[in-house]
Protein backbone atom coordinates (compact mmCIF):
# COMPACT_ATOMS: atom_id res chain seq x y z
CA UNK A 1 0.00 0.00 0.00
CA UNK A 2 2.43 2.21 0.42
CA UNK A 3 4.54 1.47 -2.13
CA UNK A 4 1.35 2.32 -4.06
CA UNK A 5 0.81 5.75 -2.64
CA UNK A 6 4.45 6.71 -3.28
CA UNK A 7 3.74 5.67 -6.99
CA UNK A 8 0.74 7.87 -6.87
CA UNK A 9 2.63 10.53 -5.48
CA UNK A 10 5.76 10.59 -7.67
CA UNK A 11 3.65 10.44 -10.59
CA UNK A 12 1.53 13.78 -9.50
CA UNK A 13 5.27 15.45 -9.10
CA UNK A 14 6.24 14.38 -12.73
CA UNK A 15 2.46 15.63 -13.95
CA UNK A 16 3.51 18.64 -12.14
CA UNK A 17 6.55 19.19 -13.21
CA UNK A 18 5.59 18.41 -17.03
CA UNK A 19 2.85 20.88 -16.71
CA UNK A 20 2.22 23.64 -18.81
CA UNK A 21 1.25 27.23 -18.34
CA UNK A 22 0.51 30.20 -20.83
CA UNK A 23 2.41 33.09 -20.29
CA UNK A 24 1.15 36.24 -18.90
CA UNK A 25 -1.14 38.27 -21.42
CA UNK A 26 -0.72 34.76 -24.00
CA UNK A 27 -4.80 34.61 -26.03
CA UNK A 28 -6.86 32.32 -23.61
CA UNK A 29 -7.38 28.52 -24.38
CA UNK A 30 -8.44 25.18 -22.57
CA UNK A 31 -6.22 23.67 -19.65
CA UNK A 32 -3.25 22.31 -20.89
CA UNK A 33 -2.45 18.34 -20.11
CA UNK A 34 0.83 17.47 -19.55
CA UNK A 35 2.84 15.54 -22.67
CA UNK A 36 0.00 15.99 -25.15
CA UNK A 37 -1.01 19.51 -24.34
CA UNK A 38 -4.65 19.66 -25.73
CA UNK A 39 -4.38 17.29 -28.83
CA UNK A 40 -6.55 14.11 -27.20
CA UNK A 41 -9.43 16.81 -26.80
CA UNK A 42 -9.24 17.54 -30.50
CA UNK A 43 -11.04 15.32 -33.23
CA UNK A 44 -7.26 15.13 -35.13
CA UNK A 45 -9.10 13.30 -38.31
CA UNK A 46 -10.81 17.01 -38.89
CA UNK A 47 -10.21 19.34 -35.72
CA UNK A 48 -11.92 22.49 -37.64
CA UNK A 49 -15.33 21.96 -35.32
CA UNK A 50 -13.28 21.61 -32.71
CA UNK A 51 -11.37 24.90 -33.34
CA UNK A 52 -14.90 26.66 -34.45
CA UNK A 53 -16.19 25.39 -30.74
CA UNK A 54 -13.09 27.02 -28.92
CA UNK A 55 -13.23 30.11 -30.97
CA UNK A 56 -16.94 30.32 -29.44
CA UNK A 57 -15.75 29.87 -25.79
CA UNK A 58 -12.63 31.51 -26.29
CA UNK A 59 -13.05 34.57 -28.58
CA UNK A 60 -11.57 35.24 -32.02
CA UNK A 61 -7.82 34.47 -30.72
CA UNK A 62 -7.45 31.79 -29.16
CA UNK A 63 -4.04 29.42 -28.04
CA UNK A 64 -4.15 25.57 -27.52
CA UNK A 65 -0.70 22.96 -27.10
CA UNK A 66 0.76 20.42 -29.66
CA UNK A 67 2.35 18.21 -26.98
CA UNK A 68 4.31 21.22 -25.23
CA UNK A 69 4.19 24.23 -28.25
CA UNK A 70 1.26 26.74 -27.98
CA UNK A 71 -0.07 27.11 -31.27
CA UNK A 72 -2.74 30.53 -31.80
CA UNK A 73 -5.54 30.34 -33.51
CA UNK A 74 -6.77 33.27 -35.75
CA UNK A 75 -10.84 33.19 -36.44
CA UNK A 76 -12.72 35.51 -38.60
CA UNK A 77 -12.12 38.57 -40.99
CA UNK A 78 -11.28 40.96 -38.64
CA UNK A 79 -8.66 38.88 -36.61
CA UNK A 80 -7.23 37.79 -39.64
CA UNK A 81 -6.76 41.23 -41.82
CA UNK A 82 -4.90 42.56 -38.30
CA UNK A 83 -2.44 40.05 -38.37
CA UNK A 84 -1.91 38.77 -41.58
CA UNK A 85 -1.98 42.48 -43.70
CA UNK A 86 -1.43 45.31 -40.96
CA UNK A 87 1.06 43.17 -39.16
CA UNK A 88 2.41 41.49 -42.33
CA UNK A 89 6.17 40.87 -41.59
CA UNK A 90 5.13 39.43 -38.03
CA UNK A 91 3.03 36.95 -39.12
CA UNK A 92 5.07 35.99 -42.40
CA UNK A 93 7.46 33.22 -40.62
CA UNK A 94 7.34 29.73 -41.03
CA UNK A 95 7.66 26.74 -38.84
CA UNK A 96 11.05 24.74 -38.98
CA UNK A 97 10.77 22.02 -36.83
CA UNK A 98 7.91 19.86 -37.97
CA UNK A 99 7.45 16.77 -40.29
CA UNK A 100 7.03 18.87 -43.27
CA UNK A 101 9.87 21.13 -42.67
CA UNK A 102 12.58 18.41 -42.49
CA UNK A 103 10.59 16.39 -45.42
CA UNK A 104 11.61 19.47 -47.64
CA UNK A 105 14.85 20.81 -45.77
CA UNK A 106 12.85 24.07 -45.64
CA UNK A 107 13.93 24.19 -49.49
CA UNK A 108 11.99 26.15 -52.00
CA UNK A 109 8.69 28.61 -50.85
CA UNK A 110 6.14 26.92 -49.12
CA UNK A 111 7.99 26.03 -46.28
CA UNK A 112 10.97 28.08 -46.46
CA UNK A 113 11.09 30.81 -43.37
CA UNK A 114 10.63 34.58 -44.13
CA UNK A 115 14.06 35.83 -45.67
CA UNK A 116 15.89 36.85 -48.82
CA UNK A 117 16.06 33.16 -49.98
CA UNK A 118 11.80 33.03 -49.99
CA UNK A 119 11.40 36.32 -51.03
CA UNK A 120 13.82 35.56 -54.44
CA UNK A 121 12.21 32.54 -55.03
CA UNK A 122 8.92 34.16 -54.55
CA UNK A 123 9.64 36.96 -56.30
CA UNK A 124 11.15 34.85 -59.23
CA UNK A 125 8.02 32.39 -59.57
CA UNK A 126 5.35 34.62 -59.69
CA UNK A 127 7.25 35.98 -62.64
CA UNK A 128 7.34 33.47 -64.41
CA UNK A 129 3.63 32.02 -63.70
CA UNK A 130 2.78 35.57 -65.09
CA UNK A 131 4.59 34.75 -68.44
CA UNK A 132 7.55 36.63 -68.24
CA UNK A 133 9.65 34.03 -70.05
CA UNK A 134 7.38 31.08 -70.21
CA UNK A 135 8.09 30.67 -74.02
CA UNK A 136 6.06 31.09 -76.72
CA UNK A 137 2.89 29.44 -75.35
CA UNK A 138 0.54 31.50 -73.19
CA UNK A 139 -0.84 30.12 -70.04
CA UNK A 140 -4.40 29.89 -71.51
CA UNK A 141 -2.99 27.76 -74.00
CA UNK A 142 -1.28 25.70 -71.59
CA UNK A 143 -4.41 25.42 -69.61
CA UNK A 144 -6.69 24.92 -72.61
CA UNK A 145 -4.85 22.23 -74.19
CA UNK A 146 -5.00 20.68 -71.10
CA UNK A 147 -8.87 21.20 -71.12
CA UNK A 148 -9.42 19.50 -74.49
CA UNK A 149 -7.94 16.41 -73.05
CA UNK A 150 -10.23 16.51 -70.24
CA UNK A 151 -13.04 16.54 -72.63
CA UNK A 152 -12.07 14.36 -75.29
CA UNK A 153 -11.55 12.19 -72.22
CA UNK A 154 -14.62 12.91 -70.88
CA UNK A 155 -16.36 12.66 -74.74
CA UNK A 156 -15.50 8.59 -75.08
CA UNK A 157 -17.86 8.00 -71.34
CA UNK A 158 -20.47 10.07 -72.64
CA UNK A 159 -23.91 9.28 -71.16
CA UNK A 160 -22.14 7.57 -68.12
CA UNK A 161 -20.47 8.36 -64.84
CA UNK A 162 -17.36 8.01 -63.44
CA UNK A 163 -15.56 9.34 -60.22
CA UNK A 164 -14.08 12.15 -61.33
CA UNK A 165 -10.90 12.29 -58.81
CA UNK A 166 -8.40 10.85 -60.72
CA UNK A 167 -9.30 13.17 -63.78
CA UNK A 168 -9.09 16.12 -62.29
CA UNK A 169 -5.89 15.25 -60.20
CA UNK A 170 -3.87 14.19 -63.52
CA UNK A 171 -5.74 17.14 -65.44
CA UNK A 172 -4.21 19.48 -62.43
CA UNK A 173 -1.03 18.10 -62.25
CA UNK A 174 -0.51 17.98 -66.03
CA UNK A 175 -0.78 21.54 -66.20
CA UNK A 176 1.44 22.70 -63.83
CA UNK A 177 3.72 19.98 -65.23
CA UNK A 178 3.57 21.68 -68.61
CA UNK A 179 4.63 24.84 -66.96
CA UNK A 180 7.59 23.81 -65.08
CA UNK A 181 8.63 20.54 -66.85
CA UNK A 182 7.57 21.74 -70.63
CA UNK A 183 5.51 18.57 -70.99
CA UNK A 184 2.76 16.77 -70.50
CA UNK A 185 2.13 13.20 -69.37
CA UNK A 186 -0.48 10.92 -71.25
CA UNK A 187 -3.48 9.62 -68.29
CA UNK A 188 -2.32 6.53 -68.18
CA UNK A 189 2.00 7.07 -68.00
CA UNK A 190 3.66 4.57 -65.20
CA UNK A 191 5.69 7.08 -63.61
CA UNK A 192 2.47 10.07 -63.99
CA UNK A 193 0.56 7.82 -61.46
CA UNK A 194 3.27 6.71 -59.28
CA UNK A 195 4.14 10.24 -58.79
CA UNK A 196 0.28 11.46 -58.28
CA UNK A 197 -0.35 8.45 -55.42
CA UNK A 198 3.20 9.10 -53.47
CA UNK A 199 2.01 13.02 -53.50
CA UNK A 200 -1.43 11.44 -52.32
CA UNK A 201 -0.50 9.17 -49.77
CA UNK A 202 2.07 12.02 -48.69
CA UNK A 203 -0.97 14.51 -48.07
CA UNK A 204 -2.65 11.91 -45.94
CA UNK A 205 -0.06 10.78 -43.79
CA UNK A 206 1.84 14.12 -43.27
CA UNK A 207 -2.04 15.27 -41.75
CA UNK A 208 -2.55 11.83 -39.65
CA UNK A 209 -1.71 11.01 -35.97
CA UNK A 210 2.01 10.00 -36.94
CA UNK A 211 2.81 13.53 -38.00
CA UNK A 212 1.61 14.74 -35.18
CA UNK A 213 3.55 11.92 -32.77
CA UNK A 214 6.41 13.44 -34.80
CA UNK A 215 5.68 16.92 -34.39
CA UNK A 216 4.82 16.66 -30.42
CA UNK A 217 7.36 13.66 -29.34
CA UNK A 218 11.01 14.28 -31.09
CA UNK A 219 12.15 11.26 -29.24
CA UNK A 220 10.26 9.24 -31.77
CA UNK A 221 11.80 10.46 -34.87
CA UNK A 222 14.33 7.84 -35.37
CA UNK A 223 12.27 5.05 -35.44
CA UNK A 224 10.81 3.13 -37.93
CA UNK A 225 7.21 4.28 -37.24
CA UNK A 226 5.10 4.73 -40.20
CA UNK A 227 6.01 8.68 -41.00
CA UNK A 228 9.49 6.91 -42.77
CA UNK A 229 6.91 6.25 -45.48
CA UNK A 230 6.51 9.98 -45.81
CA UNK A 231 10.33 10.56 -46.17
CA UNK A 232 10.52 7.83 -48.87
CA UNK A 233 7.55 8.93 -50.66
CA UNK A 234 9.30 12.35 -51.40
CA UNK A 235 12.82 11.19 -51.99
CA UNK A 236 11.07 9.43 -54.63
CA UNK A 237 9.43 12.18 -56.42
CA UNK A 238 12.95 14.13 -55.79
CA UNK A 239 14.78 11.96 -57.44
CA UNK A 240 12.74 11.67 -60.57
CA UNK A 241 12.38 15.80 -60.96
CA UNK A 242 15.98 15.60 -60.55
CA UNK A 243 16.34 13.38 -63.37
CA UNK A 244 13.98 15.77 -65.87
CA UNK A 245 16.15 18.75 -64.47
CA UNK A 246 19.45 16.82 -65.36
CA UNK A 247 18.08 15.96 -68.88
CA UNK A 248 16.97 19.50 -69.16
CA UNK A 249 20.91 20.39 -69.47
CA UNK A 250 21.08 17.99 -72.46
CA UNK A 251 18.25 19.10 -74.40
CA UNK A 252 18.72 23.13 -73.51
CA UNK A 253 18.55 25.49 -76.92
CA UNK A 254 20.56 28.86 -75.75
CA UNK A 255 17.70 31.81 -75.34
CA UNK A 256 14.82 29.13 -75.81
CA UNK A 257 12.87 29.60 -72.37
CA UNK A 258 10.45 26.19 -72.81
CA UNK A 259 9.70 26.57 -68.88
CA UNK A 260 10.00 26.96 -65.50
CA UNK A 261 13.49 24.78 -65.40
CA UNK A 262 15.29 26.65 -68.61
CA UNK A 263 13.79 30.34 -66.82
CA UNK A 264 15.45 28.84 -63.35
CA UNK A 265 18.99 27.53 -64.74
CA UNK A 266 19.22 31.36 -66.62
CA UNK A 267 18.30 32.94 -63.23
CA UNK A 268 21.18 30.87 -61.61
CA UNK A 269 23.75 31.80 -64.32
CA UNK A 270 22.65 35.47 -64.19
CA UNK A 271 22.96 35.61 -60.40
CA UNK A 272 26.43 33.81 -60.67
CA UNK A 273 27.76 32.55 -57.48
CA UNK A 274 27.71 35.26 -55.00
CA UNK A 275 25.83 35.12 -52.52
CA UNK A 276 23.37 34.12 -54.64
CA UNK A 277 20.16 31.74 -53.43
CA UNK A 278 19.80 29.93 -56.74
CA UNK A 279 21.02 26.85 -56.99
CA UNK A 280 20.06 23.74 -58.19
CA UNK A 281 18.77 21.84 -54.48
CA UNK A 282 16.30 24.69 -54.28
CA UNK A 283 15.18 24.57 -57.54
CA UNK A 284 14.15 20.93 -57.02
CA UNK A 285 12.90 22.53 -53.75
CA UNK A 286 10.74 24.71 -55.88
CA UNK A 287 9.29 22.28 -58.65
CA UNK A 288 8.32 20.13 -55.74
CA UNK A 289 6.48 22.55 -53.85
CA UNK A 290 4.95 23.78 -57.19
CA UNK A 291 3.95 20.24 -58.33
CA UNK A 292 2.30 19.60 -54.08
CA UNK A 293 0.50 23.13 -54.15
CA UNK A 294 -0.59 23.31 -57.36
CA UNK A 295 -2.29 19.47 -57.58
CA UNK A 296 -4.71 19.11 -55.35
CA UNK A 297 -6.36 22.22 -54.40
CA UNK A 298 -7.57 22.82 -57.74
CA UNK A 299 -8.51 19.29 -58.17
CA UNK A 300 -10.75 19.14 -55.34
CA UNK A 301 -11.75 22.83 -55.55
CA UNK A 302 -13.38 21.30 -59.09
CA UNK A 303 -14.69 18.58 -57.71
CA UNK A 304 -16.20 20.05 -55.10
CA UNK A 305 -17.89 22.18 -58.01
CA UNK A 306 -19.43 19.75 -59.77
CA UNK A 307 -20.80 18.04 -57.06
CA UNK A 308 -22.76 21.38 -56.22
CA UNK A 309 -23.20 21.64 -60.08
CA UNK A 310 -25.11 18.36 -60.13
CA UNK A 311 -27.17 18.85 -57.07
CA UNK A 312 -28.08 22.37 -58.09
CA UNK A 313 -29.03 21.90 -61.39
CA UNK A 314 -31.18 25.79 -61.44
CA UNK A 315 -27.28 26.79 -60.83
CA UNK A 316 -25.84 24.66 -63.60
CA UNK A 317 -28.68 25.90 -66.27
CA UNK A 318 -28.27 29.61 -65.65
CA UNK A 319 -24.42 28.95 -66.01
CA UNK A 320 -24.64 27.34 -69.06
CA UNK A 321 -27.08 29.66 -70.40
CA UNK A 322 -25.02 32.63 -69.70
CA UNK A 323 -22.35 30.50 -71.27
CA UNK A 324 -23.97 30.05 -74.56
CA UNK A 325 -24.94 33.90 -75.20
CA UNK A 326 -21.35 34.99 -74.39
CA UNK A 327 -19.27 32.38 -76.53
CA UNK A 328 -22.00 32.82 -79.55
CA UNK A 329 -19.71 30.54 -82.08
CA UNK A 330 -16.45 31.39 -81.09
CA UNK A 331 -14.33 28.00 -80.85
CA UNK A 332 -13.43 27.93 -77.15
CA UNK A 333 -13.68 30.02 -73.80
CA UNK A 334 -11.04 33.26 -73.18
CA UNK A 335 -9.93 33.90 -69.65
CA UNK A 336 -11.29 37.63 -70.99
CA UNK A 337 -14.83 35.94 -70.96
CA UNK A 338 -15.00 36.36 -67.34
CA UNK A 339 -15.71 39.80 -68.04
CA UNK A 340 -19.34 39.21 -69.34
CA UNK A 341 -19.89 36.13 -67.09
CA UNK A 342 -21.45 37.45 -63.86
CA UNK A 343 -23.03 34.72 -62.94
CA UNK A 344 -20.68 31.73 -63.80
CA UNK A 345 -17.62 34.32 -62.36
CA UNK A 346 -20.24 34.28 -58.89
CA UNK A 347 -20.54 30.39 -58.82
CA UNK A 348 -17.06 29.28 -59.14
CA UNK A 349 -16.35 31.75 -56.36
CA UNK A 350 -19.36 30.21 -54.12
CA UNK A 351 -17.52 26.84 -55.18
CA UNK A 352 -14.21 27.56 -53.89
CA UNK A 353 -16.16 29.51 -50.62
CA UNK A 354 -17.99 26.01 -49.92
CA UNK A 355 -15.02 24.05 -50.98
CA UNK A 356 -12.74 25.61 -48.26
CA UNK A 357 -9.45 23.77 -49.90
CA UNK A 358 -7.40 24.72 -47.10
CA UNK A 359 -9.23 25.25 -44.25
CA UNK A 360 -6.31 26.14 -41.88
CA UNK A 361 -4.08 27.75 -44.24
CA UNK A 362 -0.19 26.66 -43.77
CA UNK A 363 0.53 27.62 -40.34
CA UNK A 364 2.12 30.50 -40.02
CA UNK A 365 4.63 31.91 -37.28
CA UNK A 366 5.53 34.93 -35.83
CA UNK A 367 9.04 36.58 -36.92
CA UNK A 368 9.27 38.85 -33.91
CA UNK A 369 7.81 39.21 -30.49
CA UNK A 370 4.22 41.19 -30.98
CA UNK A 371 0.62 42.02 -30.36
CA UNK A 372 -2.41 41.17 -31.40
CA UNK A 373 -5.87 42.31 -30.62
CA UNK A 374 -4.04 43.09 -26.91
CA UNK A 375 -2.46 40.22 -26.97
CA UNK A 376 1.15 38.98 -26.53
CA UNK A 377 2.50 36.69 -28.92
CA UNK A 378 6.01 35.79 -28.95
CA UNK A 379 8.70 35.31 -31.65
CA UNK A 380 8.21 31.57 -32.88
CA UNK A 381 4.77 31.04 -31.60
CA UNK A 382 2.85 28.66 -34.18
CA UNK A 383 -0.17 30.47 -35.89
CA UNK A 384 -3.11 28.57 -37.53
CA UNK A 385 -5.28 31.56 -39.93
CA UNK A 386 -8.55 29.94 -39.73
CA UNK A 387 -9.34 30.58 -43.41
CA UNK A 388 -12.46 28.54 -42.91
CA UNK A 389 -13.69 30.50 -40.02
CA UNK A 390 -14.10 33.59 -42.48
CA UNK A 391 -15.15 31.60 -45.10
CA UNK A 392 -18.23 30.51 -43.45
CA UNK A 393 -18.51 33.40 -40.93
CA UNK A 394 -22.18 34.32 -40.76
CA UNK A 395 -22.08 38.05 -40.08
CA UNK A 396 -19.80 38.35 -43.70
CA UNK A 397 -22.18 36.24 -45.72
CA UNK A 398 -25.92 36.63 -47.21
CA UNK A 399 -26.21 32.91 -47.35
CA UNK A 400 -23.33 31.29 -45.24
CA UNK A 401 -24.26 27.80 -44.88
CA UNK A 402 -26.11 27.18 -48.49
CA UNK A 403 -24.50 26.96 -52.14
CA UNK A 404 -25.83 29.82 -53.40
CA UNK A 405 -24.14 31.81 -56.36
CA UNK A 406 -26.00 35.38 -54.84
CA UNK A 407 -23.44 35.14 -52.23
CA UNK A 408 -21.23 36.44 -55.15
CA UNK A 409 -23.89 39.29 -56.93
CA UNK A 410 -25.22 42.58 -55.67
CA UNK A 411 -28.97 44.12 -56.28
CA UNK A 412 -27.92 44.38 -60.00
CA UNK A 413 -26.96 40.84 -60.71
CA UNK A 414 -23.36 42.20 -60.90
CA UNK A 415 -20.30 39.98 -59.76
CA UNK A 416 -18.78 41.66 -56.53
CA UNK A 417 -16.35 39.85 -54.07
CA UNK A 418 -16.71 40.39 -50.74
CA UNK A 419 -13.52 40.69 -48.59
CA UNK A 420 -14.12 37.86 -46.72
CA UNK A 421 -13.30 35.67 -49.82
CA UNK A 422 -10.05 34.83 -48.47
CA UNK A 423 -9.57 30.79 -49.62
CA UNK A 424 -6.08 31.94 -50.94
CA UNK A 425 -5.18 33.81 -47.36
CA UNK A 426 -3.77 37.25 -47.82
CA UNK A 427 -0.78 38.99 -47.13
CA UNK A 428 2.59 38.12 -48.07
CA UNK A 429 2.84 34.71 -47.63
CA UNK A 430 -0.83 34.33 -49.91
CA UNK A 431 -1.13 31.83 -52.45
CA UNK A 432 1.12 32.37 -55.04
CA UNK A 433 -0.84 30.36 -57.09
CA UNK A 434 -3.77 32.14 -57.63
CA UNK A 435 -3.38 33.47 -60.25
CA UNK A 436 -3.05 30.60 -62.31
CA UNK A 437 -5.84 28.40 -60.15
CA UNK A 438 -8.79 31.01 -61.24
CA UNK A 439 -7.49 31.38 -65.06
CA UNK A 440 -7.56 26.57 -64.45
CA UNK A 441 -11.20 26.71 -62.44
CA UNK A 442 -12.53 29.51 -64.91
CA UNK A 443 -11.21 27.85 -68.38
CA UNK A 444 -11.93 23.81 -66.96
CA UNK A 445 -15.68 25.04 -65.95
CA UNK A 446 -16.53 26.90 -68.88
CA UNK A 447 -15.67 24.37 -71.36
CA UNK A 448 -16.92 21.40 -69.55
CA UNK A 449 -20.83 23.08 -69.31
CA UNK A 450 -20.33 24.19 -72.51
CA UNK A 451 -20.36 21.14 -73.77
CA UNK A 452 -21.94 18.19 -71.11
CA UNK A 453 -24.93 18.37 -68.98
CA UNK A 454 -24.15 16.86 -65.27
CA UNK A 455 -26.45 15.08 -63.26
CA UNK A 456 -26.57 13.10 -60.30
CA UNK A 457 -26.67 8.99 -61.32
CA UNK A 458 -29.96 7.35 -60.50
CA UNK A 459 -27.39 4.79 -58.16
CA UNK A 460 -25.00 7.63 -56.41
CA UNK A 461 -27.29 7.06 -53.41
CA UNK A 462 -27.85 10.49 -51.08
CA UNK A 463 -25.49 13.94 -52.27
CA UNK A 464 -22.91 14.32 -49.04
CA UNK A 465 -21.30 17.23 -49.00
CA UNK A 466 -19.57 16.74 -45.64
CA UNK A 467 -15.50 17.58 -46.47
CA UNK A 468 -13.05 15.25 -45.41
CA UNK A 469 -10.21 17.15 -43.97
CA UNK A 470 -6.72 16.86 -44.84
CA UNK A 471 -3.88 19.99 -45.26
CA UNK A 472 -6.35 20.58 -48.75
CA UNK A 473 -9.91 19.43 -48.17
CA UNK A 474 -11.94 17.31 -50.44
CA UNK A 475 -15.43 15.84 -51.02
CA UNK A 476 -16.49 12.78 -50.34
CA UNK A 477 -15.85 10.47 -53.19
CA UNK A 478 -19.02 10.56 -55.43
CA UNK A 479 -20.03 9.92 -58.96
CA UNK A 480 -20.49 12.12 -62.05
CA UNK A 481 -23.16 11.76 -64.04
CA UNK A 482 -22.82 13.61 -67.59
CA UNK A 483 -23.78 13.73 -71.15
CA UNK A 484 -23.63 15.92 -74.39
CA UNK A 485 -25.58 19.14 -74.66
CA UNK A 486 -27.87 19.90 -77.62
CA UNK A 487 -25.60 22.42 -78.58
CA UNK A 488 -21.79 21.69 -78.76
CA UNK A 489 -19.89 24.61 -78.96
CA UNK A 490 -16.47 22.81 -78.53
C1 LIG B 1 -7.89 26.60 -55.69
C2 LIG B 1 -6.60 26.44 -55.64
C3 LIG B 1 -5.69 26.92 -54.54
C4 LIG B 1 -5.98 27.32 -53.25
C5 LIG B 1 -7.34 27.41 -52.58
C6 LIG B 1 -4.72 27.67 -52.62
C7 LIG B 1 -4.60 28.15 -51.33
C8 LIG B 1 -3.39 28.45 -50.72
C9 LIG B 1 -3.25 28.87 -49.36
C10 LIG B 1 -4.40 29.08 -48.37
C11 LIG B 1 -1.93 29.06 -49.11
C12 LIG B 1 -1.28 29.48 -47.79
C13 LIG B 1 -1.10 30.96 -47.70
C14 LIG B 1 -0.57 31.39 -46.36
O1 LIG B 1 0.34 30.77 -45.84
O2 LIG B 1 -1.11 32.35 -45.77
C15 LIG B 1 -1.22 28.77 -50.33
C16 LIG B 1 0.15 28.88 -50.48
C17 LIG B 1 0.82 28.56 -51.65
N1 LIG B 1 0.26 28.13 -52.83
FE1 LIG B 1 -1.71 27.87 -53.21
N2 LIG B 1 -3.71 27.46 -53.51
C18 LIG B 1 -4.26 27.02 -54.70
C19 LIG B 1 -3.58 26.72 -55.86
C20 LIG B 1 -2.22 26.82 -56.05
C21 LIG B 1 -1.53 26.55 -57.29
C22 LIG B 1 -2.19 26.15 -58.61
C23 LIG B 1 -0.20 26.73 -57.05
C24 LIG B 1 0.95 26.54 -58.00
C25 LIG B 1 1.44 27.39 -58.76
C26 LIG B 1 -0.06 27.15 -55.65
C27 LIG B 1 1.14 27.45 -55.04
C28 LIG B 1 1.27 27.90 -53.73
C29 LIG B 1 2.55 28.22 -53.10
C30 LIG B 1 3.94 28.08 -53.74
C31 LIG B 1 2.26 28.66 -51.80
C32 LIG B 1 3.25 29.14 -50.74
C33 LIG B 1 3.39 30.66 -50.78
C34 LIG B 1 4.40 31.21 -49.76
O3 LIG B 1 4.63 30.58 -48.74
O4 LIG B 1 4.96 32.30 -50.00
N3 LIG B 1 -1.30 27.20 -55.08
N4 LIG B 1 -2.13 28.38 -51.30
Redesign the pocket.
Known sequence: MGSLVLLFIGFCLILFLLRVQRKKNFPPGPYVFPIFGNLLQLNLTNPVPDLQKLSGQYGKIFSFYIGSRPVVVLNGVQVIKEA?LKKSVEFAG?PQDLLVSHLTENK?????DYGPS?REH?RF?LMT?RNFGLGKQSMEERILGETQHISAYLDRSAGKSMDPQHLFHKA?SNI?CAIIFGSRYEYENEFFLAMINKMQENAKLTNGPWAMLYDSLPVLRYLPLPFQRIFQNYHSVVEHVSGIVTQHNVTQVAGEMRDLIDCYQKEMEKQGDSNSSFDKSQMIGLLM??LF??TD??SN?LRFAFLYLMTHPHVQERCQKEIDQVLGEKPQASFEDRHRMPYTQAMIHEA?RVAN??PL??F?TTTKDTQLMGYDIPKGTLII?N?SSVLNEESQWKFPHDFNPSNFLNDEGEFVKPEAFM????????????G??RM??FLILVTLLRRFHFFWPEDGGVPDYTPVFGV?QAPKPYRLGFRLRGRQGV
Open positions: LRGVILAWRSLTIDLAGTTTQTVSVHPLPFSLGPRMCLGELAELT
